[in-house]
C-alpha cells in the first residue's frame, strides 16, 4: 500500500465549542496508538459530569474530518457524520456520555470503501453505513474508562488498517498536502498540479472528502484561522488568509462556526 503523508504534522482540527471549564460538562480527546496517528486524529468523550438543568447545544464547527461517535449508555445508537460545509448544533439530553472517532480527512472512506459525498452535511445511522463496525461498538460498556476504550478502538482500527483493499491515491493526498501547506487560501485549487484534470480530482475529492478541493479548502482556512494568536478583528489576520474584506469574513465565519467572530473569540 501506498504511504499515506503526515497530515497530522500539517493539519490540527480544532473544536473549540466545549471547554475543559464548561460547568457541568467535560470533553476530553486522546491520541490513537502511534500506528493510526495517519489515519485517526482523536478520540473523544463529551460527557455530563452531574445531571444538567436543560438541554444541552453542542455546536460542531466545521473541520474537514468526518467523526464516528455513539451513546456509551447506548452502543447501538451509533452515527457517522460526514463532511460539512457548516457548522451542525446537536441537541442533547440532559445527561448523556458520547464517544467519537475522529478521522483525519480522507481516512474513512479509505478504511471502509464508502462514498464521502453520500455521507456529507449529515449525520447518518452508522448501521446504514458499516455494520460490521456498528456490531463492534455494541461490545464497548460504559462503565469502563477512556483509557480501556481507547485500547478497544485501537485494537479494531489496527486490524482495519490491515485489510485495506484500495491504496491511497498519490494525487488526492498530493492535493491536500498542497491546499494545508497554502492554509486553504481561495484560489488554490485552480493551482493543484497533481498530474489529473480538475475533473478528475474533483471526483476523488467527492469519493474521499465528500465535497470539492474549493469547499475543503474553506474549512482549511477556517481552521487556521481558528489557531491565529491574537486578536483576529483587530489585527485583521483574515486578509492574510484571502478574504476580501470584514465583512466577507464575518458572513463566512459565522456559517463554519454558528457565533459571529466577536461572540466566538471573545476572551
Not at 477512556?146 to 479494531?156: N, Q
Amino acid at each position: 500500500m501506498n504511504k499515506l503523508p503526515d497530515i497530522r504534522a500539517l493539519y490540527a482540527p480544532v473544536q473549540p465549542a466545549v471547554k475543559q471549564t464548561d460547568e457541568g460538562v467535560s470533553y476530553l480527546e486522546l491520541l490513537p496508538a502511534p500506528a493510526l496517528l495517519n489515519y485517526i486524529y482523536c478520540y473523544w468523550q463529551l460527557k455530563t459530569k452531574v445531571p444538567l438543568q436543560t438541554s444541552f447545544q453542542y455546536r460542531v464547527v466545521a473541520d474537514g474530518c468526518m467523526d464516528i461517535f455513539f451513546e456509551a449508555n447506548d452502543p447501538q445508537c451509533s452515527f457517522i457524520m460526514g463532511f460539512s460545509n457548516a457548522f451542525t448544533a446537536f441537541p442533547l439530553d440532559q445527561t448523556f456520555n458520547y464517544i467519537g472517532v475522529r478521522f483525519l480527512p480522507g481516512i474513512f472512506p479509505l478504511l471502509f470503501n464508502v462514498s464521502a459525498a453520500e455521507l456529507a452535511n449529515q449525520s447518518t445511522p452508522l448501521q446504514e453505513v458499516v455494520p460490521a463496525l456498528t456490531v463492534f461498538l455494541r461490545t464497548i460498556r460504559a462503565g469502563n474508562d477512556m483509557t480501556a476504550i481507547k485500547t478497544s478502538l485501537d485494537s479494531f482500527f489496527q486490524e482495519q488498517i490491515l485489510h485495506i483493499h484500495t491504496a491511497p491515491d498519490s494525487r488526492l493526498y498530493e492535493s491536500i498536502v498542497q491546499i494545508m501547506h497554502n492554509g486553504g487560501i481561495v484560489g488554490i485549487e485552480n493551482k493543484l498540479n497533481v498530474g489529473i484534470s480538475a475533473r478528475q480530482l474533483r471526483r476523488l475529492f467527492d469519493f474521499y472528502i465528500g465535497d470539492s478541493p474549493k469547499a475543503f479548502s474553506k474549512v482549511v482556512r477556517f481552521q487556521k484561522l481558528l489557531q491565529s494568536p491574537g486578536n483576529i478583528l483587530k489585527d485583521r489576520a483574515y486578509l492574510d488568509l484571502g478574504y476580501f474584506d470584514q465583512a466577507h469574513f464575518i458572513k463566512d465565519f459565522k456559517i463554519l462556526y454558528g457565533l459571529t467572530p466577536s461572540q466566538a473569540l471573545k476572551k
